[in-house]
């Protein structure tokens, strides 16, 4: 019998993830296979004597459904394999590495550009920079922190004094400056990828809010995959190494956009908005992945 642990993160009680967890453990047992919860935090990997110490033995893999960097790295270090692999989910956390891996693959993206590190609170925010960005964008522009899930972090300026009010608030914080897709306002697909092939699809609308979240509000229905929104989510998967993600799919007027990349997608929404078994087609990926 195949052994397979999923990684929590240890101080999450939102109810998406702990029915993520639950929900993957579930429909491993269906399969034949054993899956043990684990919380992040329960000293599953150190570093002694020089080497890395996991303490995962036993296991035949790790669906890995949090984004500490250094606890996925040090489990693939001592030889652990993880779903997804601890560089992808690197490169989903942070949303302007998302963007510069995926730059120059033919892969279609809002103009963006990345705001510079600043390290100084009491450092008044760069005019030029400021300046560079409205050429560029216009208003209304998006204002994106690089790290954040659910929504959160994404803002909208619509003019000069939002603009600078934003840069204060983040300027210590990694973040970046996006074109506004007005046509895709509250608007979007949230479209699940396994194994590299789209499986199930959602459009997201959200009549009070620019963000299209169904954590902020948005209201899901069954959608169908245009052909071009597909090769995109399944060419970023391939690009990221990605087993499973949920990829957000801003509908322009010229076409698809990437907006997100999320390597642990919550996939309760979209299961009951579509009634296809994600926790399913997940778990037989894993198993099918390690025999």
Same mark, same amino acid.
């Given at each position: 019998?195949?052994r397979?642990? *999923?990684?929590?993160?240890?101080?999450?009680?939102?109810?998406?993830?702990?029915?993520?967890?639950?929900?993957?453990?579930e429909?491993?047992a269906?399969l034949?296979?054993?899956?043990?919860v684990i919380?992040?935090?329960?000293?599953?990997?150190? *570093?002694?004597?020089?080497?890395?110490?996991a303490a995962?033995?036993?296991?035949?893999?790790?669906?890995?459904?949090?984004?500490?960097?250094?606890?996925s790295?040090?489990?693939?270090?001592?030889?652990m394999?993880l779903?997804?692999?601890?560089?992808?989910?690197?490169?989903?956390?942070?949303?302007m590495?998302?963007?510069?891996?995926?730059?120059?693959h033919g892969?279609?993206?809002?103009?963006?550009?990345?705001?510079?590190?600043?390290?100084?609170?009491?450092?008044?925010?760069?005019?030029?920079?400021l300046?560079?960005?409205?050429?560029?964008?216009?208003?209304?522009?998006?204002?994106?922190?690089?790290?954040?899930?659910?929504?959160?972090?994404?803002?909208?300026?619509?003019?000069?004094?939002q603009?600078?009010?934003?840069?204060?608030?983040?300027?210590?914080?990694?973040?970046l400056?996006?074109?506004?897709?007005?046509e895709s306002?509250?608007?979007?697909?949230?479209?699940?990828?396994?194994?590299?092939?789209?499986?199930?699809a959602?459009?997201?609308?959200?009549?009070?809010?620019?963000?299209?979240? *169904?954590?902020?509000?948005?209201?899901?229905?069954?959608?169908? *995959?245009?052909?071009?929104a597909k090769?995109?989510?399944?060419?970023?998967?391939?690009l990221?190494?990605?087993?499973?993600?949920?990829?957000d799919?801003?509908?322009?007027?010229d076409?698809?956009?990437?907006?997100?990349?999320?390597s642990?997608?919550?996939?309760?929404?979209?299961?009951?908005?579509?009634?296809?078994?994600?926790a399913?087609?997940?778990?037989?990926?894993?198993?099918?992945a390690?025999?």
């Amino acid at each position: 019998m195949k052994r397979i642990a *999923i990684i929590i993160n240890a101080y999450s009680r939102l109810p998406h993830s702990l029915n993520q967890s639950a929900r993957l453990k579930e429909e491993f047992a269906k399969l034949g296979a054993a899956a043990d919860v684990i919380k992040n935090g329960q000293a599953a990997a150190r *570093i002694e004597n020089g080497n890395v110490a996991a303490a995962l033995a036993g296991y035949d893999a790790c669906v890995y459904l949090d984004k500490d960097k250094y606890l996925s790295a040090m489990l693939e270090k001592a030889g652990m394999r993880l779903f997804d692999r601890h560089a992808a989910v690197e490169a989903c956390d942070d949303k302007m590495t998302t963007f510069i891996a995926l730059a120059g693959h033919g892969i279609p993206v809002p103009d963006t550009l990345p705001a510079p590190l600043c390290y100084d609170a009491d450092a008044a925010p760069s005019a030029a920079l400021l300046d560079a960005a409205e050429r560029a964008f216009g208003y209304p522009m998006i204002v994106k922190e690089s790290y954040g899930s659910l929504g959160r972090g994404v803002y909208r300026a619509v003019d000069r004094k939002q603009l600078e009010e934003l840069e204060e608030k983040l300027k210590l914080l990694p973040h970046l400056f996006q074109r506004y897709i007005s046509e895709s306002a509250g608007r979007d697909l949230r479209v699940i990828t396994i194994g590299g092939r789209c499986v199930a699809a959602m459009e997201r609308r959200n009549e009070g809010d620019f963000r299209s979240n *169904i954590e902020l509000g948005g209201k899901g229905t069954p959608a169908s *995959i245009p052909d071009e929104a597909k090769r995109v989510c399944e060419k970023a998967a391939e690009l990221l190494g990605l087993d499973y993600c949920g990829t957000d799919i801003l509908l322009s007027k010229d076409g698809p956009l990437l907006c997100e990349v999320n390597s642990n997608a919550f996939f309760g929404g979209i299961e009951s908005v579509t009634g296809v078994n994600i926790a399913k087609k997940y778990a037989q990926h894993v198993l099918c992945a390690i025999d």
